[in-house]
C-alpha cells in the first residue's frame, strides 16, 4: 500500500460529525494514510463529481441515488455507505455485480422516528394519553415494533401487519383489518416496487410491493376518524387519491414524507393536519447511530479497528420517557412539532413549497433529542 496515496471519501455534507468519525487516526492506523473528505450536498453528488475526484469511498444519505447511472464510468469506488435506514435509493444489486461493498444503517432512528408518531398522535389528539385506542401499525420491522413497545406502555391494542413476517402478538391482523379498525394508521414498509416489473430500482422488488400501497382502494377501507401517519416513504402514498380521501372524509393526515419530495403543493400541504420536511428519525443520537454504523462498516472493509463511538460525542441527554408518561402536558417540550409544521408551511412561495427550501429546512434543523427509557 502506498502511504503518500490519500483515502480520498466524497461524503453527503448532511452526515453527522463526519469529522470525528472519518480521519487519519481511525481509518488509517494500519496503512498510515491520511483522508481526503470531500463534502458535497447530497443531490449534487453525481457521476461528473466522481469521475474528477476519483474517490475509493462514497458516504450517503437518502437524497443520492447510486446505481448505473452514477457509477458507469467510474473504477474507483469499492465501497458506499448510506446512514439512512431505507435503501430505496440504492441499486445494491448493481453494487454486487461491480463487487462494490455496501452497508445501510439499519435501525439507526427506531426510536426518534417512533417518537414522531407518537408525538403526532397526542399533539392531535392528547384525549389518547388516557384512553385504550387501537393503534394500526403496517410493516413490523425496527421502527414498527418499537412503536408498538410505546403503545403497549400506554395501555393501547396493536393491529399489526407485516406479511413478510411470522405471525406474532402485534404481527395478528389483515391490512383490511388494520385499515378498517385502527383508531390510527401508521406506516413503516420499505419503498418497494413490484417484482420483474420495476426498472428504476432493479433490486428493489417484492412480493407485496409498498409502491402506492395507500390508494383509493385502501383509503376507502379507512373510516373517517381514523388518523392516518407516513413516515416512511411518500411514494407508498398515492398523492392525489390522498387528497381525495381528505376532500370526501376530512381524515386527520400526518406526512413527513411526501411522494414528490423535495416538492410539496399548496394544495396537500392545506389538507393535512401536520406536515414535517422529512425529520422524523433526525434526533442527534439518531443521525450519529447512522455515521456509527456505516463507519464500522468502513473500518471492517478497511480491516481497521473501529476506535471513535457516538458516546463520546453525545451531550448528556435528560428527555425521560417515563418523566413524559407522568407529565403528558410537557409533551411539547420533549418535541414541539408544531413548530416544525409551521416552519414548513411558511415555506410555500407560488402556491408550493420548492425543493431548495425543503432541503435547507432539513439541512439547518435543529436535531431533537431521543427520549430515554
Ligand atoms: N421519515 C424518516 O425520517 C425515516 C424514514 N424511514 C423509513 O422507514 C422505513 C422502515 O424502517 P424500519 O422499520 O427501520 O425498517 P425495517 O426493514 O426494520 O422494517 C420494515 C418492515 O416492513 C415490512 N414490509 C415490507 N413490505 C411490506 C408490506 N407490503 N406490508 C407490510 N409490511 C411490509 C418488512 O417485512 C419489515 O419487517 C425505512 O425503509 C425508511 O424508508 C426510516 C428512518 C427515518
Ligand atoms: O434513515 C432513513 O431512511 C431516512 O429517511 C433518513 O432519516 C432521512 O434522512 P436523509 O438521508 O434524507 O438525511
Not at 468519525?21 to 491520511?34: D, H, K, P, R, W
Not at 383509503?219 to 413516515?231: D, E, F, G, K, W
Amino acid at each position: 500500500m502506498d502511504t503518500t496515496t490519500p483515502i480520498t471519501i466524497i461524503a453527503d455534507s448532511n452526515i453527522a460529525s463526519l469529522d470525528e468519525f472519518f480521519n487519519a487516526s481511525t481509518l488509517g492506523q494500519v496503512t498510515g494514510q491520511t483522508v481526503n473528505i470531500i463534502t458535497v450536498a447530497g443531490r449534487d453528488i453525481n457521476a461528473d463529481l466522481l469521475a474528477e475526484l476519483q474517490p475509493e469511498i462514497l458516504l450517503i444519505r437518502s437524497v443520492t441515488p447510486v446505481g448505473e447511472a452514477l457509477l458507469a464510468a467510474n473504477k474507483s469506488v469499492r465501497f458506499v455507505g448510506s446512514a439512512t435506514i431505507g435503501t430505496d435509493h440504492v441499486d445494491q444489486e448493481y453494487l454486487m455485480t461491480r463487487q462494490i461493498t455496501f452497508a445501510n444503517a439499519a435501525g439507526c432512528s427506531k426510536h426518534s422516528v417512533a417518537q414522531y408518531v407518537l408525538t403526532a398522535i397526542l399533539t392531535l389528539r392528547p384525549q389518547y394519553w388516557q384512553q385504550s385506542i387501537t393503534l394500526g401499525i403496517i410493516g413490523l420491522g425496527n421502527i414498527g415494533s418499537s412503536l408498538a413497545d410505546y403503545a403497549s406502555d400506554l395501555g393501547w391494542q396493536v393491529l399489526g401487519y407485516d406479511p413478510l413476517l411470522p405471525p406474532s402478538d402485534i404481527n395478528n391482523a389483515s391490512l383490511e383489518q388494520v385499515l378498517s379498525q385502527g383508531d390510527v394508521v401508521s406506516l413503516h414498509v420499505p419503498l418497494t416496487s413490484h417484482k420483474n416489473t420495476d426498472t428504476q430500482h432493479t433490486s428493489n422488488g417484492s412480493d407485496y410491493p409498498t409502491h402506492h400501497l395507500i390508494n383509493a382502494e385502501t383509503l376507502a377501507m379507512m373510516p373517517a376518524h381514523t388518523m392516518l401517519i407516513n413516515s416512511a416513504r411518500g411514494p407508498v402514498i398515492q398523492a392525489s387519491d390522498l387528497e381525495a380521501d381528505i376532500e370526501r372524509t376530512n381524515r386527520q393526515v400526518v406526512l413527513d414524507v411526501f411522494e414528490h419530495e423535495p416538492q410539496i403543493s399548496e394544495r396537500l400541504l392545506s389538507k393535512l393536519a401536520i406536515a414535517t420536511p422529512h425529520i422524523a428519525g433526525y434526533t442527534v443520537e439518531g443521525k450519529l447511530r447512522g455515521t456509527q454504523i456505516i463507519y464500522d462498516a468502513l473500518c471492517e472493509q478497511l480491516s481497521v479497528t473501529p476506535t471513535q463511538s457516538m458516546q463520546t460525542l453525545l451531550p448528556l441527554n435528560m428527555f425521560l420517557w417515563s418523566e413524559l408518561k407522568a407529565h403528558p402536558d410537557r409533551l411539547s417540550k420533549f418535541y414541539d412539532i408544531k413548530q416544525d409544521d409551521s416552519a414548513l408551511r411558511e415555506k410555500v412561495v407560488d402556491g408550493q413549497v420548492n425543493g431548495a427550501d425543503f432541503d435547507q429546512l432539513r439541512r439547518d434543523y435543529h436535531l431533537r433529542r431521543e427520549w430515554q427509557s
